[in-house]
């Protein structure tokens, strides 16, 4: 009983010790609605770790800026060789990480490695898949080679899960993450918060703040009620829209509404047996009122999209007018097919509200159409274990966040089994393109052949719904990843 | 009484025994992978096996069993699956909510329901009974969970005096961790006393029948003297039975109302565990769980001991 | 002026009328007897004298105490004087103290509630009352708790509570009915060397006219409620003026007509000769119960119940079992039913060995004590009365079964139409006349009467023992009657076995046993019944 | 004697009152309800009670009090055949524990009893559901295993205390074996019991499936349920509180009413009082 006594005596320690701190307008405290289950973004998939730990603590060769670009961090420039199939970095010198060590090449070459290595537990293993070996030039220089030439290097080292580690700390970030950030973690109170400080070695511009702390709350009402108690400054995902309206009426708070990568869609198993016709797809697609969900589900916080893309992208084609809803059509084109009257489709949903909601109402304009639904309401394992995995559905609603992803539906035996050949190709060629302006016009055919075939139902790209104190400047508007950049974040007064 | 000792002892570890064999079968049957969980939606398959063996989930179903086990014995609850930290101070750190949570809701129902059940008791048939019944009766018919929302609503919302939510740690502060959990310890309090004051009261009615109960008053005891020195304590016997089922009740059963609150206790522990497949600490929560309730009714058996003689003999 | 007195004390509970204006009085140092049967409201004239009226009871009239109008006093001042100038004792001992407090707390309470001593003084007195009471600290020390004593030990504590503070009233209500016959008499003893010593009043409680005969001054006789009749004993029972008071003595002692002494002795006579007919043997029967293990290394102990028992009952003999509490007669009588298996012996009826399947039941039938308990509510009369049919090899057509059903409930003094009753419906006296009619339905050739009338008023008694007695006759019936009550048995068999601590201590003819016991148990258990003196001859003046 | 009457009706008049109304409610919504729980329709969301929609409209537009109609079978159903699951399992395993009493078998039983008592039940239920996956049928099953040692421990206790009473003997005098004694004798004694703790698991059983349906593991959409409704208007209460209001307050009225009921049934059935009052 070892836990026992130790929790009874710290109890009774915190009954002894009762002081507070002081609020200063250094501190900030930024309302999660979902906790981390650790701190290593290297070796697991959950938003939540990059929502704490990306840009404050961990930095990657490059990083994403609030508006998505990609720009320098570890590397501050870096030369593109033998036509895009060897890039060399040249690493800022004098970063030390937060216990001191010294920031090196070795490190880029440990991190990159051990990403890609045998054994890797990286969930976005396949970003480093066109690696072939990074080589240590000198302390501060570093090449990494590749198998082809590849557009999406520099994109893909400013994700979080391509960030520095030093070798002797890597295997403790999971609870005790040291990286090279502005920020430096201290506490974790699990179930509660995340507390972060300021890095006073920081190598780069000195960060305003001087503390942070993260707090996890799921329940909207309590989320609603920590930022009217002032509990919580700033909720930059805020999970409730219900309560949007009524914040945005209290002079203290500024609601940001701005996009995330998150397109929201229905997605069908395109190899079960009646939505291998594309017109059963269509029909569905149809029979979706794009804003009924935006506005029952979302309360009216959503871009309608009618392709796996997201509008802020600068390539960006409304496809919307591919499937109106248009609930004859939809019947017309299920009578065509066969299968009028007498189609029952498992529709499972995962835990957020975007789907439970969301799919509540997919099945009832379903069923307005004549296409009967049983839903099943799925934790995130089980989702992943049936609908993800074992690809045992119909139709599941879920929101593909991760930014310029249109190339999963190239994949090999991805979940909704798309298998376009044609589609494979054509991202394979964009892969290797370098010139902008092909890449362009790649991305839009993709847009458009995914829209035409009408591989998912695309319902919206999900709003990101900041609520923040008016004092606050410096919080991303959008979400170009998930992230909550602390580095330019201040109080005005 | 030694012997009698030993023997619940015996009992009791061999329910621990059974209940951990129950607990891992089930386990065993849950569908869902932690580790393709953990590393989301694009991950490949030799990933998840790497993290797999990293977890020690390829090894058979026997060892893992008596892993677990002797694991336990010996203090380690093993390590988090996806928290990557040992269970064992997960659950301290939680336990630091749950206890003083049930606890604490347990005191309020306690000095809630004794006053209103030996009131009631006293008065029988009286407006003071009459009432104390109708409101118990409410008490008992009311969701705690949505007893709770209109808590929510009014004390932290309204009026704002205390949090919605959530659980500061108790190093800000005895009483400002105590504020947290006054809410909930309300919400979880209400039906409990409602069910003790109910309990206290049909039992002091059931003893005051008793012919020594007469006997005390043929003695010249006034009926309340009579209510206090003899009927109490006879009428404890039931009302101790409530109160230790009451305690492991709280201290699992808050799942609930932690939700409500999103308090970090062992209820919302689990749920999240099973949500996230996080079987080892599913597995090392419930048997903490089911050897509280063992301890607790073992407690609430010397109790029985301490308040009736007839208990000590042994049987 | 009288030390206790009552005048037009009326009570009735929820409109209920329970006491109908009762007038009586009791002088100082008195004993006065109140005699009734269950429900002539003689508890509840002690429970109004005491203030302990259940809820919803009303009181009119006057209970004089002294100088003190008891039942215009307030709670506080009731309390001041009960306990302390009234004390009283209850029937049943086993529940009268509190199981959780010793028996020295319980004393010394009653002394401190009333007396301002110290604690040290009060635990002197509480020591002197129970030395007096027969509970000497030395054997049972004032650490002892309720559970630890025996009935006849609590009875004694809870009179030492009674007396701790020299009451000018004892209340003894039942005092010795739920006790043993042998503890009786010490009980009586008991309360009447207290009564002399501290000159108390004492009100005696009792359905037992021999109990209070020996030991009251003054009579009153109570029925439905009401005073039939009062006055100093000797008269009143002399000459017995009251039709009422005249039905209690006749029934008190009643010989059934059908089966007196003389033709019992024939009886006998017939079947001795007829030794062949034997129609139960026991032989060398043990019973045994296992006892928890005591101990780490305790055996897992037995507790022998009956031990080493033979008797035979013959054709149409009527033989009694009489014993105390806990001496086995209980497990005796299960084993002979079947209802337990025993360690070693054999019991045989006809021959045929009782555990040898259900057959055997048709010749052993059973009578129980409890009136209320032998019947299973849910079900109607004619479905209890024909339970025993089950064990015939051919069950009976519905018709038949009608048809027995009505020819026992008749043969039992009830009618045909009582069949589609529930029990709940009937008196005690009638429930055991269709416990009667069900053991009879079968034609066994032995009934075993497992106290069958103790729990019975004496009227009510005598009834159902007339009842038995012709049906022997008519029906050619044995009887094994088992009882604690030394006088029925007496009355109403040919042949007594008397049991102690599993054995049969003495066996023989009924007459010869009682009139003249030879084992030095029988001899102490005979004595101590209670007698109803001769009172044709006595002096009315004699007091 | 009249107000003897009314005391031991006291209870039992407003408790079946309460119960025919829900009932009544869940059998007509068979027939009738005033709008169709199926269709949404968001323009019309969050509506407060009016003289269209007596109790207002929830966050798709669909009527509320229509949707507790419906969701009064869900919830009711859910009780009832967990009670039944209780009562089908506990009361054979009860009595056969008290006509083996002190043996093995009863040993078994019991400690098998005590095994599943030593389990906390909401965890339980939550397993069963993450197993079995979430839905009225897994939730019946969690909250019926946990009714099942209620019934057999009642069963055994009030079985035992009848084993020894005369007329159980005089059964067995009459040669019947401990089958027939108990289902002959035994459970016509003890139905009254049953009964009573029936109503009070009966109205457990509708707290646990509203808790079940609150965190998600009840009844599953489309199907509407009382927890459900109050787990889907959580987020709501501070725009729209009447959609918590009312699906609580009538899971409130149920249990209140089964409760009633209980407590009216043991004062009406018990024959002691009957013969006492």
Known sequence: MKFFTRSVTSLMLAAVFSGSALAAKTDITIGMALEPPNLDPTGGAAAAIDEVVYANIFEGLTRFGADGSVNPALASEWAIEEEGKRYVFTLQSGVKYHDGADFTAEDVKFSLDRARGEDSTNAQKGLFANITDVEVIDDTTVAVNLENPDGNLLFNLAWGDAIILDSASAETAATAPVGTGPFKFSNWVQGDRIDIERNPDYWGEAVALEKATFKFISEPTAAFAALMAGDVDAFPNYPAPENLPQLEADPRFSVVLGSTEGETILSMNNKSEALSDVRVRKAIAHAIDRQAIIDGAMFGYGTPIGSHFAPHHPSYLDLTGNSPFDQDAARALLKEAGVEGDLTLSLKLPPPAYARRGGEIIAAQLREVGIDTEIENVEWAQWLEQVFKGKDFDLTIVSHTEPLDIGIYARDDYYFQYDNPNFKELIGAFNVETDPEQRDVMLKQAQTMVSEDYVNGFLFQLAKTGVANNKIEGLWANQPTQANDLTGVSWTD | MLFYLFKRITSLIATLVVASLVVFTVIEVVPGDPASYMLGMNASEDTVQALKTELGLNQGRIPRYFGWVSGMLRGDFGTSYTYRTPVADMVSERLMVSLPLALSALTLAIVLAFPAGLLAASRRGGAVDSIVMAITQLGVAIPNFWFAMWLVLLFAIKWQWFSAGGFPGWDIGFWGGMKALTLPAIALALPQASILARVLRSSLLDVLNEDYVRTARAKGLTRRQALWRHALRNAMIPVLTIIGLQFSFLLAGAIIIENVFFLPGLGRLIFQSIAQRDLIVVESVIMLLVFAVVLVTFLVDIAYAWVDPRMRRGH | ?543 | MASTTRKRFRNLVPGAFLVVLFFGAAIVSFFYTPFDVETLNIKQRMLTPNAVNWLGTDHFGRDILSMLMVGARTSLAVAFIAVGIGLLFGVPLGLMAASYRGGWIDEFIMRGNDLVFAFPALVIAIMITAVFGPGAVNAIIAIGIFNIPVFARLTRGASLSLWNREFIMAARVAGKNSARISIEHILPNITNLLIVQGTIQFSLGILAEAGLSYVGLGAQPPTPSWGRMLADSQTLTTIAPHLALFPGMVIVLTVLGLNLLGDGLRDWLDPRLRRER
């Not at chain 3, 002088?27 to 203030?51: D, F, H, N, R």
């Not at chain 3, 027995?404 to 419906?425: C, F, N, P, R, W």
């Not at chain 3, 042949?495 to 054995?503: D, E, T």
Request: with cysteine; proline share 4%.
């Open chain 3, 1 to 543: 002026m009288p030390l206790l007195t009552l005048t037009d004390v009326t009570v009735s509970i929820h409109g209920t009328p329970i006491l109908k204006n009762l007038n009586t009085s009791l002088e100082a140092g008195q004993v006065m007897g109140v005699i009734g049967e269950s429900g002539s409201g003689k508890s509840m004239t002690a429970l109004a004298i005491m203030g302990l009226l259940p809820t919803g009871s009303t009181l009119t009239g006057r209970i004089q105490f002294d100088n003190l109008t008891l039942n215009e006093l307030d709670e506080a001042a009731r309390c001041t004087v009960c306990g302390d100038d009234i004390g009283m004792v209850f029937q049943e001992p086993m529940t009268a103290l509190n199981p959780v407090h010793t028996i020295g707390q319980q004393v010394i309470e009653c002394i401190r509630l009333h007396q301002s001593v110290s604690a040290k003084e009060a635990k002197a007195m509480a020591m002197d009352t129970l030395t007096r009471c027969g509970l000497p600290p030395d054997q049972f020390p004032l650490s002892r708790y309720p559970h630890e004593l025996s009935g006849g030990q609590r009875q004694r504590v809870v009179i030492a509570m009674a007396v701790a503070l020299k009451p000018k009233l004892l209340i003894a209500d039942e005092p010795t009915t739920a006790l043993d016959v042998t503890t009786q008499a010490e009980i009586l003893d008991l309360l009447r060397s207290l009564q002399q010593e501290n000159h108390m009043a004492l009100m005696l409680i009792s359905h037992d006219l021999a109990v209070v005969a020996g030991m009251a001054d003054h009579v009153v006789i109570m029925k439905d409620g009401e005073i039939v009749e009062q006055g100093p004993i000797v008269p009143v029972f002399k000459e017995l003026k009251h039709p009422y008071t005249q039905s209690l003595f006749k029934a008190s002692d009643h010989v059934p007509e059908q089966l007196s002494v003389s033709e019992r002795a024939s009886a006998r006579d017939r079947s001795v000769t007829d030794d062949a007919s034997a129609l139960l043997e026991v032989t060398n029967l043990v019973c045994e119960y296992p006892i928890a293990r005591r101990g780490w290394f305790g055996k897992a102990g037995k507790f022998r119940a009956v031990d080493d028992v033979s008797f035979t009952v013959r054709a149409g003999e009527s033989v009694g079992l009489v014993g105390e509490s806990g001496c086995g007669k209980s497990t005796l009588t299960r084993a002979i039913l079947g209802l337990m298996s025993a360690a070693s012996g054999r019991i045989e009826v006809n021959g045929q060995n009782i555990n040898e399947g259900i057959s055997v039941l048709r010749h052993v039938q059973v009578v129980f004590q409890d009136p209320y308990g032998s019947f299973n509510p849910r079900h109607k009369v004619s479905r209890l009365v024909a339970e025993p049919l089950n064990v015939l090899d051919t069950q009976p057509t519905r018709e038949q079964r009608h048809q027995q059903v009505t020819q026992m409930l008749e043969s039992v003094g009830l009618h045909a139409s009582d069949a589609d009753k529930y029990i709940h419906e009937f008196s005690g006296g009638q429930r055991q006349r269709i416990a009667i009619a069900r053991a009879l339905i079968i034609r066994p050739a032995l009934i075993v009467l497992d106290e069958a009338v103790s729990a019975l008023d004496v009227s009510v008694r005598a009834t159902v023992l007339d009842l038995l007695a012709s049906l022997a006759a008519s029906h050619g019936l044995a009887y094994l009657f088992i009882s604690h009550d030394l006088s029925v048995v007496r009355n109403v068999t040919d042949r007594v076995l008397v049991m102690r601590a599993g054995k049969i201590v003495e066996q023989g003819n009924t007459l010869d046993v009682f009139n003249n016991p030879s084992h030095e148990y029988t001899q102490k258990l005979v004595a101590s019944v209670p007698r109803l003196p001769d009172y044709t001859h006595a002096s009315v003046n004699s007091f």
